[in-house]
């Protein structure tokens, strides 16, 4: 029984771990150690970074960069078309340690920064600067990374 349907042209590094019914599209890079969840279909001309986490029911499109030690929560979903159903498309760039949560949509063509979070739910529709944090709709800057990280490590004490 097939489970899984990957391009023989793309390229899937080391210790990548790819859980059941996903689908990776031709010319695709998976960089080493990267998890890509049940369910997720990475479309072709997709380049991910090592040590990606990438959770079930993940859409993206083609021409998307994700960086390194990325994490991209369930059901997300990053677009092609900004203006459907137009026949140009570009891709969503998701940076070196940003944190995408659960059920956020990101609009062709944005980038998301380095070390940036967007909060689960949120419709980003323009570029997320680095070292931020982003939420609601449409999303907007909130606090900075680094006051997500204090309150990440309170919640872990109690």
Not at 58 to 80: C, D, E, H, Q, Y
């Amino acid at each position: 029984m097939v489970t899984n349907f990957i391009s023989e042209k793309a390229k899937i590094g080391q210790n990548v771990k790819i859980w059941h019914f996903s689908y990776i599209g031709e010319n695709s890079v998976i960089g080493d150690n990267t998890k890509i969840g049940s369910l997720v279909h990475i479309d072709y001309d997709v380049k991910i970074g090592e040590n990606t986490k990438i959770e079930g029911q993940v859409f993206i499109p083609p021409l998307s960069r994700i960086g390194k030690n990325a994490f991209i929560g369930p059901a997300v979903v990053l677009t092609n078309d900004p203006y459907p159903m137009c026949d140009k498309m570009i891709g969503v760039t998701i940076e070196d340690n940003a944190v995408i949560g659960a059920r956020a949509v990101i609009k062709a063509g944005v980038t998301v920064g380095k070390n940036s979070v967007v909060a689960m739910g949120s419709v980003v529709t323009r570029d997320v600067p680095e070292n931020t944090v982003v939420m609601g709709v449409p999303a907007t800057v909130r606090y900075s990374r680094e006051e997500y990280d204090k309150k990440q490590r309170r919640w872990k004490e109690n």
